[in-house]
């Protein structure tokens, strides 16, 4: 069975860091790219990152310089470390295997996690 699953979010403060861990399992995580994609109440799910399976990254503008996607193929999981969070990355995480573009995009990624919650509040 297809699976992946997300851990590593919490309640951070303002200016604080978590990594997000993605776990596959039933497939070869290696032969696709990780994707992370978040969604917040009331807004569309939004592409943060993603990485091709031989390790190039692709970043959303806005959390460029602040997250880090991370791969571990002999692992079959993905990571994404995000620092210098704010109220606005508040959201469920998502992390998802596919195809990585320079436009990531929810069509591009055919199995998903069921999320884990990030929350940025003081």
């Known amino acids: 069975q297809v699976r992946l699953v997300e851990s590593g979010g919490g309640l951070v403060q303002p200016g604080g860091s978590l990594r997000l861990s993605c776990a596959a399992s039933g497939f070869t995580l290696k032969s696709y790219a990780i994707g992370w994609f978040r969604q917040a109440p009331g807004k569309e799910r939004e592409a943060v990152s993603c990485?091709?399976?031989?390790?190039?990254?692709v970043y959303a503008d806005s959390v460029k310089g602040r997250f880090t996607i991370s791969r571990d193929n002999y692992g079959n999981a993905g990571y994404l470390q995000m620092n210098s969070l704010n109220v606005e990355d508040s959201a469920v995480y998502y992390c998802?295997?596919?195809?990585?573009?320079?436009?990531?995009?929810?069509?591009?990624?055919?199995?998903w996690g069921q999320g884990t919650q990030v929350t940025v509040s003081s």
């Open positions: 998802a295997a596919g195809d990585c573009y320079s436009d990531p995009r929810a069509t591009d990624f055919r199995a």
């Open positions: 990485i091709t399976n031989d390790g190039s990254p």
